[in-house]
């Protein structure tokens, strides 16, 4: 059974795993961060699940998705999503965005924010199908292409 929750400092192990499965997955759209992320030490990790909402997809006890929230007063950054390839079209990418649009709407945000790579199809249709519209607004990452900040009002 695929189940969502939020993690807590409790749930390094799980956070680290999960973000250096999707950096080695998709390190075209996630950065080529896996030994940065891999090097940093455990009150790194915490403090992350401290000042930012992580919220992870478990296959019974199987983490298998993942995706952050970053808290700001009026808008939220939605980054990091990713799903294990095997459960992707499933409506896992949704319910991880339900979730951290839940949490940003209770903390009095009034806009969830994300960008997207322009090569990034599927990614760009799922958000856009969720409600998050172009902005017009691109940055050219070096060696990476060009990302557009969707947005979305709550």
């Known amino acids: 059974m695929i189940s969502v ?12 795993d999960l973000r250096l499965r999707s950096l ?8 080529d961060l896996v030994a940065v992320e891999a090097a940093r030490p455990d009150a790194e990790w915490v403090d ?8 992870a997809g478990f296959d019974d006890d199987t983490p298998i998705a993942l995706v952050c929230g970053r808290p700001d007063p009026s808008e939220w950054l939605l980054y990091s999503m990713w ?3 095997s459960a992707r079209g499933n409506g896992l990418a949704a319910r991880l965005v339900a979730e951290v649009r839940a949490a940003a709407v209770e903390n009095g945000a009034q806009a969830l924010v994300l ?3 322009e090569d990034n199809l599927r990614a760009r249709r799922i958000y856009e199908r969720l409600g998050f519209l172009a902005t017009g607004v691109w940055e050219e990452v070096p060696g990476k292409g060009r990302r557009e900040l969707l947005r979305l009002a709550l």
């Open 5 to 16: 929750r939020r993690l807590t400092p409790a749930d390094v192990p799980v956070l680290r």
């Open 48 to 55: 992350s699940l401290r000042e930012r909402v992580w919220f």
């Open 24 to 31: 080695a997955d998709t390190p075209e759209n996630l950065g």
């Open 83 to 85: 799903v294990v390839p």
């Open 115 to 117: 960008q997207v790579f």
